[in-house]
Each structure stands twice: as C-alpha cells, then as structure tokens.
C-alpha cells in the first residue's frame, strides 16, 4: 500500500535539456532525452488504469497503457512493438506532439498531481529502439504475408498524413507510392520544424524505416502540375490519398508588407529547414541576415521563427502579438523555452504598417497598441484597437506568422473535387473520402492547420478504409 501511496504522488521525472544560453547558439536538439534509468521511474508512475483515458485522447489510439507496462518490466522490445501498431512515426511523435492536450490531458494522475510523461516515454523507445537494432526494421507490422502486386495505392505529399497512410497500408502488403514537391520527402517535418525541435536525423531514421516496408518516394512531383490526380488512376492506382497539408502562408495586407526585409514564417522556415541553411557554408543556401527581427504571431510556428531567427545570429528577437501571453496558442513549453533562450514577447499590439530605406529595406514598423475584450469563438478575449496609441518598432527583418492556407495548384487541377467554404478538400471525417471516388484526404488540407498527430490520425482512418476496399 505504501508503494501504491507512493507511486501516486512521485513527481514527474524532469526533462535534460541543454542550457539555455547555451542552445540559443545551436541547433542541435533542446531536449536531451530520457536516461535508462530516467524512463523507467517515469514508467513506474503509471497507475495501469482498467480505463486508460489517456488511450482515448491519443489520435491515433496507441495503447500507452500496454507500452508503459513493457517499460516498467523492462521490454523495450514489447513497448515499441505496442507503439508501432497504431503509429508508424513515434520518435516524430514523442517530440513534437501537444501531449498536454491529448494522451497527458487525459491521465487521470494528472488530475491531482503531475500526469504521466508519456510523450517522453515514447520518444525514449523510439530512440533507444533504434539505436540498439542499429536501424534495422525488426518490427513487421504486416498482416499479409506476400505483397499484393494487383493493386497500388498513391499518396500525394509526404507530410505526417500521407506516411501514416504510407506504413499502414504498406505493413499490409499494399504497394504505394509517395508523390512529393520538393526534392527531400518529409513535408513539414523537414521544411517546417527546425533542427533543434525535430532533427532531420530522426525524420530519415523514420522514413527509411517505411522504405524497408516496401514504400517508394518519388520527389519533385508537383500534385495538379507534374502529375494529377486522373494521371495516378489512368495509371492503375487503385486510390489516391492527398495529403499536400496547407501550406500557402497568409499575410496582414498592410502597407509595407513587400520591402525587403519582410517574409513569411514558411519562407524563412523552409530556407532554414530544407535548404539548411543553419549549416551554411556546407550547405549553399544563405540565410537573410538581420540583427532586430519581429515576428508577428504567437503559435508554435511563430515560436520556431523566433527561435531559429536568435539562432542565426539576430541580436534581438522578439514576438509581436495582438492578445496578452495568456491567450497565446503556442504550446506553453515552447513559450517557456523561448523565453529561456532570450526571445522578447510584445503582448497586445499588432502592425499597422513596415517602413523602408532609401534602398526598400525594412528599417521599422509602427504597431496599433491593444487592450482585450470580449472572447470570440475561439474562446480567447478579442483584440480592442486602442484609438491614437501608436508605437514605432526598429526592426530590420519580421517574419509573419499568422497562418496559412491551401494551395490551389492541386485543387485548381482538380474541378469536381468539392470544397468547403474555407477552400479546403471536404473529406468524410469518418472514412476521408472526398467527392471522388476512391480518392481520399486527410490533414491539414482537410482541417486547416492543425497538429502532426491529428494529420496522423486523418490517415490512419483513411488507410484503414482504403485497406477495407483493397484486401
């Protein structure tokens, strides 16, 4: 009983991160990552609820409860085969997941004292899995013996929808095929998260692990210009998955906005991330260089630019948004590390309008000051402009980071795919299919921008549907 007693009140196991003064001169990974020794008491904090609530806020429905009782008896084995039956990208997951909001919400632990780190317990398997097998893929998620060759399914995108589609219906012996724009597969894991949140190591580690599965990409294929969905049928597919994710950014409309100097988080991010330039010179990609940046927003994108921006050699960085702390959409950890790491955070204004030089390069940008009113449907207070209080910012680049929207290329390509009045693909929540046939989607460009783990759990109802139809 005095275990028990003890069990439940136990602290949670902290993280190891780098020092923040540190870190916000590198890109390597903030988190350092559980310990033998660290994984195993956090495990052991487990109550094995008869109910897991944690199970059902899971997307994609992993049974936490199975792999932390595997950790706790020291079965790293069985631990990381229970993970990668529902999810077929953990090390991804256990990083770069809102846990607070999901599986960790819902521990009942967490209802008097701190819940269970289950985020933290499945990056551990996923990465001391692969570090003891040396990369080998030892775990066979198949439930078909011999690969089917009469039928084939095509993804386009290889963001976290489209590889989720990928493994699972591959693990069955479905060829599919991978169809992505760029020239490296990933989606926004590679272009969007930045090196020191989600390495591009663990990524490849990931996607070749769907390789060994029998998955194919294809890069620079651009879904509704290099190839469309008719083409992928005409050539015998038997379903087509878009999973092109959302990722035209949006911007404020106002005066100033084209000077050199000013970009779009997705632009900054992708030259970074991609095109690496964190690693320039061995990597030919420079990076605009500035020593006062703004970014405007406050969600974990916003978070990413700050944060990458201070790391590229800005001298001063901070965040520029219309509501108060409280009501940023940000996960709170990466708030806190960016504070940590010296990101400056101006609540309550927004911009008015950028301001050039002689050369039309940003020198400056006057901000409306705001109080909060009233919640909007969102739930947070609605920003109140505060008539004739102005304030002029010295900054020589921002980064915009208000969200983004669809693409049309692929959608233009493809008139009787229907449309919500927001202009994303109208898929059945249920299944994924869209007003064609066979023809499915999941992600953000059926939701809008949303998390890694809800594009995930998109696919994995759209593949279990495609497999239903196929096997």
């Not at 289950?118 to 570090?131: C, N, P, Q």
Request: hydrophobic share 40%; with cysteine; net charge negative.
């Amino acid at each position: 009983m005095a275990d028990k007693k003890q069990k439940k009140v136990r602290g949670r196991t902290p993280m190891p991160h780098q020092d923040a003064q540190v870190r916000a001169g590198n890109f390597s990974e903030v988190a350092l990552g559980y310990s033998r020794e660290q994984a195993l008491i956090e495990a052991e904090r487990c109550l094995q609820c008869k109910k897991p609530l944690c199970q059902e806020g899971c997307p994609v429905n992993i049974d936490i409860k199975s792999f932390i009782g595997c950790l706790v008896d020291d079965d790293l084995q069985g631990a990381y085969d229970v993970i990668r039956k529902t999810n077929s990208l953990p090390a991804v997951c256990g990083r770069v997941c809102p846990q607070e909001s999901q599986c960790e919400g819902k521990c009942i632990l967490g209802k008097k004292h701190e819940p269970v780190a289950i985020g933290r317990l499945e990056r551990y398997v996923a990465d001391t899995f692969a570090a003891q097998s040396a990369c080998e893929e030892v775990t066979d998620l198949s439930t078909c013996a011999l690969e089917r060759e009469d039928v084939k399914v095509a993804c386009i995108g290889s963001g976290p929808s489209s590889l989720t589609v990928a493994g699972y219906l591959a693990g069955r012996g479905i060829k599919v095929d991978v169809f992505e724009a760029l020239h490296e597969p990933g989606g926004v894991l590679i272009y969007g998260i930045p090196e020191f949140r989600l390495p591009k190591s663990v990524v490849a580690r990931e996607l070749d692990g769907l390789r060994a599965l029998g998955v194919t990409f294809h890069t620079n294929w651009v879904g509704g210009k290099t190839i469309t969905i008719q083409d992928l049928m005409d050539q015998g597919y038997n379903a087509v998955f878009i999973g092109v994710g959302a990722g035209l950014p949006r911007f404020l409309n106002v005066p100033g906005e084209n000077l050199v100097g000013v970009f779009s988080a997705n632009e900054y991010l992708t030259r970074v991330n991609l095109g690496r330039a964190y690693d320039f010179p061995n990597y030919d990609t420079p990076a605009y260089k500035a020593r006062r940046v703004a970014v405007i927003g406050a969600g974990n994108v916003a978070m990413d630019a700050a944060r990458t921006a201070l790391r590229m050699g800005a001298k001063e960085v901070s965040i520029v948004y219309r509501r108060s702390e409280d009501e940023m959409p940000a996960r709170r950890e990466e708030i806190e590390h960016a504070m940590e790491e010296g990101v400056q955070i101006r609540c309550l204004c927004g911009p008015l309008s950028f301001h050039g030089d002689n050369q039309g390069r940003l020198k400056a940008m006057t901000v409306q000051k705001m109080a909060l009113g009233e919640p909007d449907d969102s739930g947070r207070c609605s920003p109140v402009c505060l008539d004739g209080e102005t304030e002029q910012v010295t900054c020589d680049m921002a980064i915009i980071a208000v969200g983004t929207r669809p693409n049309p290329i692929l959608l233009e390509a493809t008139p009787d795919l229907e449309l919500t009045k927001w202009g994303y693909i109208q898929a059945d929540p249920e299944t994924g299919e869209t007003s064609i046939p066979n023809v499915f989607a999941g992600g953000d460009i059926v939701t809008g921008a949303a998390t890694v783990i809800s594009a995930m759990g998109a696919g994995r109802r759209a593949a279990a549907e495609i497999a239903s139809r196929l096997l």
